[in-house]
T-cell receptor, first 116, second 118 residues
Framework: AQSVAQPEDQVNVAEGNPLTVKCTYS??????LFWYVQYPNRGLQFLLKYITGDNLVKGSYGFEAEFNKSQTSFHLKKPSALVSDSALYFC??????????????FGQGTTLQVKP | SQTIHQWPATLVQPVGSPLSLECTVEGTSNPNLYWYRQAAGRGLQLLFYSVGIGQISSEVPQNLSASRPQDRQFILSSKKLLLSDSGFYLC????????WGAGGYGYTFGSGTRLTVV
């Protein structure tokens, strides 16, 4: 079965420090991977995705993610955290068994807390 | 440009009352539509998805139902709400063509409905 895991419920980082939010996946074929961010009482916003190509993907708001096939990971990173980055982050993978329905499998989410 | 509207933003309903949440998409045609529930501010549970008018697939057995009476309209309903139906409900859509390509961006989510059943 395909799955996505975000091993940390919460990540705390000081403003200006680099941040990493971890994601690992398990799929039977080539993964399509996504990161979304959710601010309180809002819908999810797309940050970035990996489909193919360069393993380092750059996205919105200065975020990037590195696809590592051997470690089946897709960690989200940012060189210098901002207080405004504090939010709930979701990793997702396309459900390869869903045909054209395009279903995404989401991780449980990681709360990022950036302190001044 | 494509937009997605979801309403109401918040709703407080008594146990046993009916429910109707509406989601509409503009600026696209024949989208795939999804209803998710987010409990306790964390994980997302896919409730229903639809690949076309009148075509509804349910992911989990529950007290809710969904309908798609028009191409860009997706409705989540219940005849009698339970306390356990409380949560944050999110509608999402994705386009058909180019979704996996360079221009694709996965899902676009609505702003959500906070449902509290009392």
């Amino acid at each position: 079965a395909q799955s996505v895991a975000q091993p940390e419920d919460q990540v705390n980082v000081a403003e200006g420090n680099p941040l990493t939010v971890k994601c690992t996946y398990s799929v039977s074929g080539n993964p399509y991977l996504f990161w979304y961010v959710q601010y309180p009482n809002r819908g999810l916003q797309f940050l970035l995705k990996y489909i193919t190509g360069d393993n380092l993907v750059k996205g919105s708001y200065g975020f990037e993610a590195e696809f590592n096939k051997s470690q089946t990971s897709f960690h989200l990173k940012k060189p210098s955290a901002l207080v405004s980055d504090s939010a709930l982050y979701f990793c997702a993978v396309r459900d390869l068994g869903s045909g054209n329905t395009g279903k995404l499998i989401f991780g449980q989410g990681t709360t990022l807390q950036v302190k001044p | 440009s494509q937009t997605i509207h979801q309403w109401p933003a918040t709703l407080v309903q008594p146990v046993g009352s009916p429910l109707s949440l509406e989601c509409t998409v503009e600026g696209t045609s024949n989208p795939n539509l999804y209803w998710y529930r987010q409990a306790a501010g964390r994980g997302l549970q896919l409730l229903f998805y639809s690949v076309g008018i009148g075509q509804i697939s349910s992911e989990v057995p529950q007290n809710l139902s969904a309908s798609r009476p028009q191409d860009r309209q997706f409705i989540l309903s219940s005849k009698k709400l339970l306390l356990s139906d409380s949560g944050f409900y999110l509608c999402a859509w994705r386009g058909r063509s180019g979704w996996w390509g360079a221009g694709g961006y996965g899902y676009t989510f609505g702003s959500g409905t906070r449902l509290t059943v009392v």
